[in-house]
């Protein structure tokens, strides 16, 4: 009977850390995307920023590429946002660019348009 105790008390421990680990990462996934308050200009700027100096992958938004569309600077800033911010929160990159961003926990991804998520 001893036994059967032990192995119920090990089960019931497994499973809360698995649950706990489970819910410890959905809280963390997070996404870098144009906030939808920020001026069209303002995000251009960010957007240029991104692609240029700050080496994000902005090839998916180009013409003809899964990221294209919605061709909207918006859109396009979300992509590279995140394309940035992923590779550089690990080295103290924030998600900002002047106020256009923010981070936000659904996954912003759309049809064959995936963005990057680095836990």
């Known amino acids: 009977m001893a036994h059967q105790g032990v192995v ?12 706990n680990m489970s819910t410890t990462y959905a809280d963390e996934q997070q996404w870098c995307v144009a906030d939808p308050k ?13 692609c ?3 080496g994000a992958d902005c090839s998916p938004i180009q013409p003809n590429q899964p990221c294209f569309d919605p061709n909207t600077v918006a859109d396009h800033a979300s992509y590279a946002f ?3 911010w992923q ?33």
Do not use: M, R
């Not at 119920?8 to 649950?19: E, G, P, W």
């Open 38 to 50: 920020a001026s069209v200009d303002d995000l251009q700027k960010a957007l240029n920023w991104a």
């Open 82 to 84: 995140n394309s940035y």
């Open 87 to 119: 590779v550089n929160k690990k080295k103290g990159g924030i998600c900002s660019f002047e106020g256009t961003a923010q981070l936000v926990s659904s996954d912003p991804s759309h049809g064959g348009c995936k963005f990057p998520f680095d836990p």
């Open 8 to 19: 119920v008390l090990a089960i019931v421990t497994l499973l809360y850390i698995f649950i």
């Open 52 to 54: 240029g100096v700050g």
